[in-house]
Nanobody, 125 residues
Framework: QVQLVESGGGLVQAGGSLRLSCATS????????MGWFHQAPGKEREFVAA????????FYADSVKGRFTISRSNTRNTINLQMNSLKPEDTAVYYC??????????????????WGQGTQVTVSS
């Protein structure tokens, strides 16, 4: 069983920054790919960013490229999402997810086995 706990969400003005963190409990964290997704009210969960098991490969949605950076620490069992130049359309609940059977990245929510409870990000205009 893998537990994921997100933190770092909040309210920020457009153009501002937030840093999300996700702490995991899995003993083999360093073998998992990890991802961030978001879900706005009335919309489906959407891919934001993913990172492979080693951190050497990252993958971003076009809407966040150049503004968001995903990173991981395999010694601390955490991943982070640095979000800069935030826009009102980034407003959503952000979820971290673990892809425990594979170390490679994916943008399909169905490829991830475990999910956190989510953290709200609100960007005001």
């Amino acid at each position: 069983q893998v537990q994921l706990v997100e933190s770092g969400g909040g309210l920020v003005q457009a153009g501002g920054s937030l840093r999300l963190s996700c702490a995991t409990s899995g003993r083999t964290f360093s073998s998992y790919a990890m991802g961030w997704f978001h879900q706005a009210p009335g919309k489906e969960r959407e891919f934001v960013a993913a990172i492979n098991w080693s951190g050497a490969s990252t993958f971003y949605a076009d809407s966040v490229k150049g503004r968001f950076t995903i990173s991981r620490s395999n010694t601390r069992n955490t991943i982070n999402l640095q979000m800069n130049s935030l826009k009102p359309e980034d407003t959503a609940v952000y979820y971290c997810a673990a892809r425990t059977k594979y170390g490679s990245t994916s943008y399909f929510p169905g490829d991830y086995d475990y999910w956190g409870q989510g953290t709200q990000v609100t960007v005001s205009s």
